[in-house]
């Protein structure tokens, strides 16, 4: 695997999902796979779990780290070409990439969309240039469209959960396979596609029941929604799902192209409470982290027994020590 931005790129999902649980049963046993192989995560925007998981997984698979935050301690990159560097920006994007592949095996990097230009962060401008550029595989911390470690982590998590509730004959789930429902929720910033994009681009490939729901106007682009059913009225895509994954994001700009990046609704009505759960199969709630409490979910539903938002948290170190085994394979 030379790549790792979307579902494809790992091959197969169940042959990942077993490579998962063989991992997480001995996190440890492929030290020698990065021995003396260095990884370079690359932030040019905050990360707590990014940040602390894909470090992790790399030590697991004995790999040297190195984290460089662009934004403290880095010359400021310029990002385009053709321009008169007379501004705060010493450094160009393109001698920077480069210079970063002669001190690594990998690449990770996380830079998140403008929101100001949909052609630019959909063309995917900014990582394109390390594939292009670096000569070292790279694999997306989040992106300005993807987020592919948050997204097979959240698999990973509803394979175990679902297994969990099959492998107890008193507890029988109703569905053969799991209704997982992508639901908008309200947030009072503009926030990136990036996320919902590749949840949906995820259980599409999986073996679940999937249903998008959001306000008018929100509607992700079409290439991540495939072939999900979108159903606007929240209460009706709720009803009788086992998973609730609740996220903002901003208009994707799909039906007009001048709101892309912007707030249309601040609608508290799609926040997920208690009510909002009851209508559900005994569902579970999802959250990618961070959350804002009283904006996306309530308190109880967060801290109630049937939110999986840490084991969430938990799988990310185990999607980020597949992917960079994949990679460290290929070397
Ligand atoms: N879910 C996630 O990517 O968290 P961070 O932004 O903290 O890395």
């Known amino acids: 695997m030379k790549t790792f931005f979307n579902v494809q790129d790992l091959g197969p999902l169940q042959a990942a999902l077993k490579e998962a649980e063989e991992v997480k049963a001995n ?16 932030f040019f925007n905050n990360s707590l ?13 004995g790999m040297n780290v190195i984290v460089l935050d662009v934004n403290a301690g880095a010359w400021k990159l310029e990002t385009e070409r053709g321009v008169i560097m007379d501004g705060d920006k010493s450094e160009h994007l393109l001698e920077a990439i480069p210079v970063m592949g002669c001190y690594c095996d990998i690449i990770a990097v996380r830079s998140f969309a403008g929101l100001s230009d949909r052609d630019y962060d959909y063309a995917e401008t900014i ?5 292009k550029y670096s000569g070292r595989p790279v694999v997306a911390m989040e992106t300005a469209t993807v987020h592919p470690l948050q997204a097979f982590a959240d698999l990973i998590t509803i394979h175990e959960k679902w297994t969990e509730l099959n492998a107890n004959p008193s507890n029988q789930p109703s569905h053969k396979r799991p209704k997982v429902v992508l639901t908008w929720a309200p947030h009072c910033r503009a926030l990136p596609q990036a996320v919902p994009n590749s949840f ?3 259980m599409n490939a999986a073996d679940v029941d999937f249903v998008i729901t959001q306000p008018e106007g929100y509607e992700l682009d079409p290439k991540f929604v495939g072939d999900a059913r979108v159903e606007y009225d929240q209460h009706k895509a709720l009803e009788d799902a086992d998973f609730v994954y609740a996220k903002n994001w901003s208009c994707p700009g799909v039906k007009n ?27 579970y709630f999802m959250h990618c ?11 109880d539903v967060i801290e109630s027994p049937h939110s999986l938002v ?17 990679v460290l394979e290929t070397l």
Request: glycine fraction near 6%; proline fraction near 2%; charged fraction near 25%.
């Open 289 to 299: 982290l961070p959350v804002r409490r009283g904006l996306i979910v309530t308190d």
């Open 49 to 61: 779990r990014t940040r602390l998981s894909t470090q992790k997984a790399a030590m697991n698979l």
């Open 310 to 326: 840490i084991p969430e948290a938990a799988n990310r170190e185990i999607s980020a020590e597949v992917v960079l085994k994949r």
């Open 200 to 202: 949906a681009q995820w």
């Open 27 to 42: 996190r440890f046993a492929y030290q020698q796979l990065g021995k003396n192989k260095t990884l370079l995560m690359i």
């Open 127 to 131: 990582v394109g240039q390390f594939v």
């Open 257 to 283: 192209k001048g709101n892309y990046g912007k707030i249309l609704s601040k609608d508290a009505s799609w926040t997920i409470d208690s009510e909002h759960m009851s209508w559900t199969n005994y569902g």
